[in-house]
């Protein structure tokens, strides 16, 4: 992301913003079996809490233009009033209020209809961030209505195609150091938002329809219907042979019904790993198979196979009641391939016994 500083008195200036939203959410970190060796992988990133209704309608307001705006309180030196241009859909950005510089703007433009999150965080609780929609044609800001002061999440699920700004004000005292976080990189339409990274460059949105989205990207679905989420089968199959034998082993998850997904995560696994991932936690009826079999030519000829998973129940199966119990059964979906590429669960063969080490999760911001 780059930022630009001008002055007010600089030529048209309009690019993107970067939008983020968050539900709470329980946060747990995944415990450990005394039976048998598990993998400690946290489910959650941090939350960052509840926060008021999506807004579904623009809130009427006076037409104000931007010079009027930034006079409001009416600085010193008007030549000192900063703006910024915003590349891309994510913002973070550190910057103060002060005596000559008492408001800040931040321009962007959407090319399609968004859901939007954003906040401002400071030391100085007068500190407020509100949205404008711009018209450069007449060089008019209107204010939507929604904003909200230091801390505190604002998000809007319609934002339309076109260009508009966040303004940063205070209601009292300036001179403190603020950031301004904001995401609006998902489609419009969001129902409400589920989790956000601690900077907002991550945020999971629901629809209506329960599909669930990782910023711009759909992931996965929430409902109960059957093959809801065909894009999540994974099957992992390893086969060795040796002269008139061989072993074989085969994991595999159809059917996959989602409870939740987390925010952008950092996976590393002996078996699989991926810069920029999402973690998937399943739910009951999601449907999962084990099958090992050895077979020897002899003589005397030898061969066995078994259905039966590391809980001692026989496959294909469906997820129980007791599945959900204790740790998370969890796919691990690689946001660069748009594949599921493990299954980190007391079910995984490799990771129950421990032959595989458990994996490392870190989020990002």
Do not use: C
Request: aromatic fraction near 12%.
């Amino acid at each position: 992301m780059t930022l630009k500083r001008k002055y007010v008195t600089t030529p048209f200036i309009v690019l993107l913003l970067f939008f983020v939203m968050a539900l709470p959410i329980s946060a747990e970190a995944v415990p450990s079996n005394s039976a048998v060796p598990q993998p400690t992988v946290q489910v959650e990133p941090e939350v960052i809490g509840e926060v008021g209704s999506i807004h579904t309608d623009w809130e009427s307001g006076i037409a104000l233009s931007p010079s009027e705006l930034l006079q409001k309180p009416k600085p010193a030196n008007p030549a000192s009033r900063l703006n910024y241009n915003v590349e891309g859909d994510l913002l973070f950005h550190s910057s103060s209020l002060t005596a000559s510089n008492p408001q800040n703007f931040y321009f962007f433009s959407v090319a399609t209809p968004r859901s939007i999150i954003f906040r401002t965080e400071s030391t100085n609780a007068s500190y407020r961030v509100d949205l404008y929609q711009i018209d450069w044609s007449t060089g008019t800001a209107y204010p939507s209505g929604i904003g909200n002061t230091s801390g505190n999440l604002s998000a809007a699920n319609n934002l339309p195609a076109g260009d508009f700004g966040l303004l940063v004000t205070s209601t009292g005292t300036v001179g403190a150091a603020y950031n301004i976080q904001s995401n609006a990189s998902a489609p419009s339409g969001a129902i409400s938002f589920t989790q956000s990274s601690s900077l907002l460059q991550s945020v999971v949105w629901k629809y209506a329809n329960n599909d669930l989205y990782l910023n711009n990207k759909r992931i996965a679905n929430t409902s109960d219907a059957a093959n809801s989420n065909p894009q999540l089968d994974w099957e992992r199959v390893y086969y060795f042979s040796y002269g008139g034998g061989y072993n074989s082993r085969t994991h595999s998850i159809s059917d996959a019904r989602v409870n939740y997904i987390t925010t952008a995560v950092n996976y590393q696994s002996t078996y699989a790993s991926s810069n920029n991932a999402v973690l998937i936690v399943l739910k009951e009826d999601t449907l999962f198979t084990y099958h090992y079999s050895t077979f020897a030519s002899g003589p005397p000829t030898q061969y066995f196979q078994t259905f039966v998973d590391t809980k001692g129940l026989t496959t294909p199966r469906r997820f129980g009641f007791l599945d959900t119990i204790g740790n998370p059964n969890i796919l691990v979906y690689d946001l660069n391939t748009n594949k599921v590429i493990d299954f980190v669960s007391s079910l995984n063969y490799y990771y129950a016994n421990g032959i595989e080490p458990a994996p490392t999760v870190n989020y990002y911001n």
